[in-house]
Structure formats: structure tokens, C-alpha cells
């Protein structure tokens, strides 16, 4: 006998028998003695269950240096092998060729990321609000200091935001003023994805000493407020003409228009500094940067192939969730027919993206998502919801086993896509990753169903709930003939096939 969904059809049947049993032993409908059953009923075969190796940790950031770079890039590549071995057992070969194309183009990526670890080149890009003077200082660079420089740097202009194509060793931010609170969302954000950075005033010509000397004062403190301060370095890129007077023995005044040279000796020498002794770590770092932005897409085509297989299974199990509350006699018997369904639906969700669990595990977190849902009031407003959406259809209106059966498809797809939501946040972090708890859950649970009652699946889910629920008494579906209908063939003890109708006559 084999048996794919034990927790499942081990929970449904003996939602079954005991109801079958109810009108000669009460005492066993005792919610806690139906939580145990279902663990005897499941427990043996769960037992013999090999726990899945968790996914690989996903190496720090820091410190940079050449083995970390080279190990992120392992990962990368263990991951994207995960990937290709998953599109080619769970996608019909029809659909794989697309797949496949997008790993060899991240493959392609992360060779040539490996091969730029020995680049000897650099880029140096300038950032800033329009009228900074970025043009000019970067006319000036290539002049006086470029043709200095042992090492190629090539420099690139932007305005405050990189173009997507470009990705800097060095990034000089330009201003004239003050900082803006975008500019220093700006500077936080390239800081935090590992930028080196310089602030660069301009144009200070244009003030007096006591203003310049203001003005530089807030730059530091701005500095000084981001994660990690960043150099202030002060520069007149072009300075504008002075009026020289010169007083003739005569008596007369001669007067005409002078150019000062550009004053950038503090910025020549901190870029001279950081090229000449700080080449590899920056080519590390930059390197750091792109190999994390190709695990992400990594992990983020992985995660969508997971959703993509983890839907159907989150939405066979809100129908038998459907049909279960549907046919139920008995109001106690719901707590183990869910308990069962939620458990079946956190092993199956688990093995989709390699988690983990034992079957322990996976009732524990079933009997949260149970708590969570009352806690919440989410049953309650799932009720709510769904019975002023059926108001307008009069035959379904009065029927309490559509609205509990709606109600019970309607929390167990919150409870799959809160799950899928975790795993994928989860995904690649190994052994720092968050373990499921009730926090964890809560924070999704609710957002979810306000965006989900916003959407056009709650009104598909209703349609199709409406459709296969609200039929004659005799046509009415089982939940154990669902699961067997909707999982893989599986043979069952005729004791656990009894059907839900004679389980009401007593």
C-alpha cells in the first residue's frame, strides 16, 4: 500500500470513521484526542520520512575579499544547477526550451562576472542634480589626471540615478547646495549596496569664506548620518573671472577680467590614493555587488518556477478544504479535517522549496495557521466577505454549508500563499534563515486577504467554489473522494473510504 498524502488522507478518513463512531463514543470527538489520532494515523509513515537537506547559506558580504567573491559565485552556480535539475523534472519539455535559455544567459553572466575578478581597468562615475558642474569636473579629470594614472579608469556622467547598464568602482556624487532629502536617500541606498563613495562640492567660488565654511560644515554632518561616513572633498572645477584693478602711478585705474586656475588638488590626490592602493578591493567589492544582483535573479526565477508548481497544490487543497466543511454533520469534526489539510499543505509546500520539515513540524505549524486564523478574526471576516458577495444569490444566500465551504477554500489558499510568501523571502538565506512563526505568519496573513478581497481571484474563487459546491445533497462531493480524485492514485483501507453520508446518519 503507498501512500503519498498521508497526513491528508490519514486526517480525512478518520474524519470520516469518527464520525461514523460519533453517535456511540462522543468522548472521541475531544479536540485533542483527534489531534492525536491523526498523528497515529500519520506518524508511522512520516517516521520513515528522510528530512530534505536545507538550501545552501548564502555567503556574508563582508569583508570582501577573493574567496568571498569566489564562494558567492559556487553558490551562484549550485543554485543555478538546482534550477536547471527542476525545470527539467517538473516542466513538460514544450515548456522547458524558455527556461533553460534564461539559465544559460545567468550562466554566461557569472563567467564573465569570474573573469573580471583580474580586470586591471576601473570606472569612475560622476552623479548630481542638473547645473552641478559634472561635465566640466569630468572634462577636467581626463586632462589632469587620467594621463597621470598608471591604471585605465574611464569615466562615465549620469544624473542621480546609474542607468542600469552601469555599475562603478568609484562613484563621485557632485552638488553646489546642500543635500536634499533625496540625495541622501540616494547616497544611503548606493552605500548600502556597496558603492565607494565621494561627495564632491562644487562650485565653491560662489561663496563667501563664512558660507563656504558653513556649507562644507553640513556636508560632514550629512556624512556623518549615513551608514558610514563618506570623504567631503571641496572643488572649484571651473572657477568664474575676477575683476583685477590695478592702480597706474598716473593715477588711473586699469581694470580686466582674470580666470583663477581650478582648484582640485584634495580630490586628485584622494582619487589618486584610491586607484593606486586600493585597486583589487574595489574590483572586489564591485565584484561582490554583481555576483549578489545575479544570485537574486537566481533565486528569483527559482522562486517563480516554485510558485508555479506550489499553486496547483494550494488550490487542489482549498477545494478539498471546500468540500470537507461542505459535507461535514459534525462542527467538531472540522478541527481535525483542517488540521489534516493544513498539514498536508505545509509538507507539500515544504518539499516544493526544499524545506525541511518533519511531519512534528509541519502539524506544529498547521495548529499556528489554525490559531492565527481565529486570532485574527480572519474567519470571521472571511464570512463576512463572502456572505455579502452572495447576497445577491438567493439560492446560496441561505445555504450555510456554501458559505462554510467557501469560507474553509477561501483560509486555506491565505494559509498556502502566506507559506509560499515566507519560503520565498527565505529562499537562499540557509542556515540564517527566519524560522516559520507565528510573527512571521501574522504579518502576511492579514495583508493578504485585504489585497486578496481586491482582486479578481477572489471573485474567480467564489465562481468556482459556486460551481462545485452548491449542487444536490446526493451529488455533493466528499473530501476523501476529492483527494483521491485530485492526488496520485493511492490505495486505502476500505475503512477510510466510508462515504460522507453515511457518516451523518447516525
Same mark, same amino acid.
Given at each position: 500500500?503507498?501512500?503519498?498524502?498521508?497526513?491528508?488522507?490519514?486526517?480525512?478518513?478518520?474524519?470520516?470513521?469518527?464520525?461514523?463512531?460519533?453517535?456511540? *463514543?462522543?468522548?472521541?470527538?475531544?479536540?485533542?484526542?483527534?489531534?492525536?489520532?491523526?498523528?497515529?494515523?500519520?506518524?508511522?509513515?512520516?517516521?520513515?520520512?528522510?528530512?530534505?537537506?536545507?538550501?545552501?547559506?548564502?555567503?556574508?558580504?563582508?569583508?570582501?575579499?577573493?574567496?568571498?567573491?569566489?564562494?558567492?559565485?559556487?553558490?551562484?552556480?549550485?543554485?543555478?544547477?538546482?534550477?536547471?535539475?527542476?525545470?527539467?523534472?517538473?516542466?513538460?519539455?514544450?515548456?522547458?526550451?524558455?527556461?533553460?535559455?534564461?539559465?544559460?544567459?545567468?550562466?554566461?553572466?557569472?563567467?564573465?562576472?569570474?573573469?573580471?575578478?583580474?580586470?586591471?581597468?576601473?570606472?569612475?562615475?560622476?552623479?548630481?542634480?542638473?547645473?552641478?558642474?559634472?561635465?566640466?569636473?569630468?572634462?577636467?579629470?581626463?586632462?589632469?589626471?587620467?594621463?597621470?594614472?598608471?591604471?585605465?579608469?574611464?569615466?562615465?556622467?549620469?544624473?542621480?540615478?546609474?542607468?542600469?547598464?552601469?555599475?562603478?568602482?568609484?562613484?563621485?556624487?557632485?552638488?553646489?547646495?546642500?543635500?536634499?532629502?533625496?540625495?541622501?536617500?540616494?547616497?544611503?541606498?548606493?552605500?548600502?549596496?556597496?558603492?565607494?563613495?565621494?561627495?564632491?562640492?562644487?562650485?565653491?567660488?560662489?561663496?563667501?569664506?563664512?558660507?563656504? !565654511?558653513?556649507?562644507?560644515?553640513?556636508? *560632514?554632518?550629512?556624512?556623518?548620518?549615513?551608514?558610514?561616513?563618506?570623504?567631503?572633498?571641496?572643488?572649484?572645477?571651473?572657477?568664474?573671472?575676477?575683476?583685477?584693478?590695478?592702480?597706474?602711478?598716473?593715477?588711473?585705474?586699469?581694470?580686466?577680467?582674470?580666470?583663477?586656475?581650478?582648484?582640485?588638488?584634495?580630490? +586628485?590626490?584622494?582619487?589618486?590614493?584610491?586607484?593606486?592602493?586600493?585597486?583589487?578591493?574595489?574590483? +572586489?567589492?564591485?565584484?561582490?555587488?554583481?555576483?549578489?544582483?545575479?544570485?537574486?535573479?537566481?533565486?528569483?526565477?527559482?522562486?517563480?518556477?516554485?510558485?508555479?508548481?506550489?499553486?496547483?497544490?494550494?488550490?487542489?487543497?482549498?477545494?478539498?478544504?471546500?468540500?470537507?466543511?461542505? !459535507?461535514?454533520?459534525?462542527?467538531?469534526?472540522?478541527?481535525?479535517?483542517?488540521?489534516?489539510?493544513?498539514?498536508?499543505?505545509?509538507?507539500?509546500?515544504?518539499?516544493?522549496?526544499?524545506?525541511?520539515?518533519?511531519?512534528?513540524?509541519?502539524? !506544529?505549524?498547521?495548529?499556528?495557521?489554525?490559531?492565527?486564523?481565529?486570532?485574527?478574526?480572519?474567519?470571521?471576516?472571511?464570512?463576512?466577505?463572502?456572505?455579502?458577495?452572495?447576497?445577491?444569490?438567493?439560492?446560496?444566500?441561505?445555504?450555510?454549508?456554501?458559505?462554510?465551504?467557501?469560507?474553509?477554500?477561501?483560509?486555506?489558499?491565505?494559509?498556502?500563499?502566506?507559506?509560499?510568501?515566507?519560503?520565498?523571502?527565505?529562499?537562499?538565506?540557509?542556515?540564517?534563515?527566519?524560522?516559520?512563526?507565528?510573527?512571521?505568519?501574522?504579518?502576511?496573513?492579514?495583508?493578504?486577504?485585504?489585497?486578496?478581497?481586491?482582486?479578481?481571484?477572489?471573485?474567480?474563487?467564489?465562481?468556482?467554489?459556486?460551481?462545485?459546491?452548491?449542487?444536490?445533497?446526493?451529488?455533493?462531493?466528499?473530501?476523501?473522494?476529492?483527494?483521491? !480524485?485530485?492526488?496520485?492514485?493511492?490505495?486505502?483501507?476500505?475503512?477510510?473510504?466510508?462515504?460522507?453520508?453515511?457518516?451523518?446518519?447516525?
Amino acid at each position: 500500500m503507498t501512500l503519498t498524502r498521508p497526513i491528508l488522507i490519514g486526517g480525512l478518513g478518520l474524519t470520516a470513521v469518527l464520525g461514523l463512531l460519533n453517535g456511540l *463514543h462522543d468522548s472521541l470527538t475531544d479536540h485533542a484526542t483527534l489531534l492525536v489520532l491523526m498523528g497515529v494515523g500519520s506518524g508511522v509513515w512520516w517516521w520513515r520520512r528522510r528530512r530534505q537537506q536545507p538550501s545552501s547559506p548564502v555567503v556574508p558580504s563582508s569583508p570582501v575579499d577573493r574567496a568571498a567573491v569566489d564562494r558567492l559565485l559556487a553558490l551562484t552556480t549550485e543554485q543555478l544547477d538546482t534550477l536547471t535539475t527542476e525545470i527539467r523534472e517538473h516542466l513538460d519539455p514544450e515548456d522547458r526550451g524558455p527556461w533553460l535559455s534564461r539559465v544559460e544567459g545567468l550562466r554566461q553572466q557569472g563567467t564573465a562576472l569570474a573573469e573580471d575578478l583580474d580586470r586591471q581597468t576601473l570606472t569612475l562615475a560622476l552623479l548630481g542634480d542638473p547645473g552641478v558642474g559634472k561635465s566640466t569636473l569630468r572634462h577636467h579629470l581626463s586632462e589632469t589626471w587620467l594621463p597621470s594614472l598608471a591604471t585605465t579608469v574611464m569615466l562615465q556622467e549620469g544624473t542621480t540615478t546609474l542607468p542600469a547598464e552601469q555599475d562603478p568602482d568609484i562613484l563621485l556624487w557632485v552638488t553646489a547646495t546642500d543635500l536634499t532629502d533625496s540625495a541622501l536617500a540616494s547616497l544611503r541606498h548606493y552605500q548600502q549596496l556597496g558603492h565607494r563613495l565621494v561627495l564632491v562640492f562644487n562650485k565653491q567660488d560662489q561663496y563667501g569664506p563664512l558660507d563656504r !565654511a558653513t556649507m562644507q560644515q553640513q556636508l *560632514h554632518q550629512h556624512s556623518q548620518s549615513l551608514p558610514e561616513t563618506i570623504p567631503v572633498v571641496a572643488v572649484t572645477a571651473q572657477p568664474g573671472p575676477l575683476k583685477v584693478r590695478r592702480h597706474q602711478p598716473n593715477g588711473s585705474v586699469e581694470e580686466w577680467l582674470e580666470t583663477p586656475q581650478p582648484e582640485t588638488t584634495d580630490l +586628485l590626490e584622494h582619487l589618486r590614493e584610491l586607484v593606486q592602493q586600493q585597486q583589487q578591493e574595489l574590483v +572586489l567589492a564591485t565584484a561582490m555587488r554583481q555576483g549578489q544582483q545575479l544570485q537574486r535573479r537566481v533565486r528569483d526565477h527559482l522562486n517563480q518556477l516554485r510558485r508555479q508548481r506550489a499553486m496547483p497544490t494550494v488550490e487542489r487543497l482549498q477545494w478539498i478544504a471546500a468540500a470537507t466543511a461542505f !459535507a461535514n454533520p459534525l462542527p467538531s469534526l472540522d478541527v481535525l479535517a483542517t488540521a489534516a489539510i493544513n498539514g498536508q499543505l505545509v509538507m507539500d509546500l515544504g518539499r516544493i522549496y526544499q524545506q525541511g520539515f518533519s511531519w512534528q513540524q509541519a502539524k !506544529a505549524t498547521a495548529t499556528t495557521l489554525a490559531k492565527l486564523t481565529v486570532q485574527l478574526g480572519l474567519v470571521e471576516l472571511s464570512s463576512q466577505a463572502l456572505t455579502s458577495f452572495l447576497k445577491s444569490h438567493a439560492a446560496t444566500y441561505v445555504a450555510g454549508g456554501v458559505v462554510q465551504g467557501l469560507s474553509a477554500a477561501y483560509l486555506t489558499r491565505l494559509a498556502g500563499l502566506s507559506l509560499i510568501d515566507h519560503f520565498e523571502e527565505q529562499s537562499g538565506r540557509g542556515s540564517e534563515a527566519a524560522p516559520l512563526s507565528v510573527q512571521s505568519l501574522s504579518q502576511r496573513l492579514r495583508p493578504l486577504m485585504k489585497q486578496s478581497q481586491q482582486s479578481d481571484w477572489f471573485k474567480d474563487l467564489v465562481a468556482e467554489g459556486l460551481s462545485r459546491l452548491h449542487r444536490p445533497a446526493d451529488a455533493a462531493p466528499t473530501p476523501v473522494a476529492l483527494a483521491t !480524485a485530485s492526488a496520485e492514485p493511492i490505495n486505502l483501507p476500505e475503512s477510510l473510504l466510508c462515504d460522507q453520508d453515511n457518516a451523518s446518519t447516525d
